[in-house]
């Protein structure tokens, strides 16, 4: 049984609120941790930290989907392809595996009806 057109939009709406949402959070979070101070031993990580939270609130917004999916899902994918490069387990961090696969399909997917931007 095919699902309707309106089941799809709100799953949809719910996927990138889920999404957008632990971004947004996540890099708020790394940028309260880090105290804003603009020396250049932090640079990298508030510059990811800025990043995670502009991508987070295009996606709670449903705008550039597939280039914000793509930036999220790089950001969550970095611990494990680093752990990999260690030589350690795929599974070392499947939390950041199974946000970065999130992240990605939110982008596939697009924003549906219930988004400021529309394709």
């Not at 632990?22 to 790394?30: D, R």
């Not at 990580?45 to 991508?55: I, M, N, Q, R």
């Amino acid at each position: 049984m095919a699902a309707s057109k309106s089941r799809i939009d709100t799953a949809l709406l719910l996927l990138r609120i889920a999404v957008g949402g632990f971004a947004v959070l996540q890099g708020l979070q790394t940028l309260q941790r880090t105290g804003w101070r603009p020396n250049f031993s932090h640079a990298s990580t508030l510059g990811l930290a800025l990043l995670k939270v502009v991508c987070g609130a295009l996606t709670l917004g449903g705008l550039w989907m597939l280039p914000a999916g793509i930036c999220l899902a790089a950001l969550a994918l970095t611990p494990g392809v680093q752990s990999l490069a260690h030589g350690g387990s795929p599974l070392a961090h499947a939390s950041s595996l199974f946000h970065g696969l999130a992240a990605l399909a939110t982008g596939l997917a697009g924003g549906g009806r219930w988004s400021l931007g529309r394709g």
